[in-house]
């Protein structure tokens, strides 16, 4: 067994767990923060996105031990104020999910690809970067224009400035 200890949106957490128990499981199961999915176990479908000291991993490919010391953020933790993150907001607005299994992963992506391209987004960029993300119901065309309009919307003061 081994003590894991995180800060999860914002807030320290401690935990003992198996060696090999996959971040993904310690948020889920010692957290109870189900908003991270469960997909695949093989880092092909892209649920199981969080940030991890600010860029987005996949979380079934790492160990919760190896995370230890780490700042995470999941999907919950962009909810503040008792207002949805941006990208959250424009995934509404855009229709950007039809079941929903995907789209926390989605979200965390898209936060992290805004984040690193400072508002210089185009279609082509957005579809390139969502290719670790699968979404069997959408066809991505909704998704893509969510991204691209809360990427807007989130440097809307730089380009005006600009």
């Given at each position: 067994m081994a003590?894991?200890?995180l800060s999860v949106n914002g807030r320290?957490?401690?935990?003992d767990c198996d060696d090999r128990t996959l971040l993904v499981q310690f948020i889920r199961e010692k957290l109870g923060l189900t908003g991270t999915h469960v997909g695949c176990d093989t880092t092909q479908c892209g649920?199981?996105?969080v940030?991890?000291?600010?860029?987005?991993?996949k979380s079934c490919s790492i160990l919760a031990v190896q995370a230890s010391g780490s700042e995470i953020t999941t999907v919950e933790g962009?909810?503040?104020?008792g207002e949805l993150h941006p990208v959250q907001a424009a995934f509404k607005e855009?229709?950007?999910?039809q079941c929903g299994f995907c789209t926390p992963?989605?979200?965390?992506?898209a936060v992290d690809m805004i984040n690193r391209h400072g508002g210089e987004l185009d279609e082509a960029t957005v579809r390139h970067e969502l290719e670790g993300n699968i979404c069997r119901c959408t066809g991505y065309h909704n998704i893509v224009k969510a991204v691209l309009a809360a990427n807007a919307e989130m440097h809307a003061g730089r380009q005006a400035a600009e």
């Open positions: 003590k894991v200890t320290t957490v401690s935990g649920a199981c996105v940030h991890m000291d600010g860029k987005s991993i962009l909810f503040a104020n855009h229709h950007g999910l992963g989605m979200v965390m992506t």
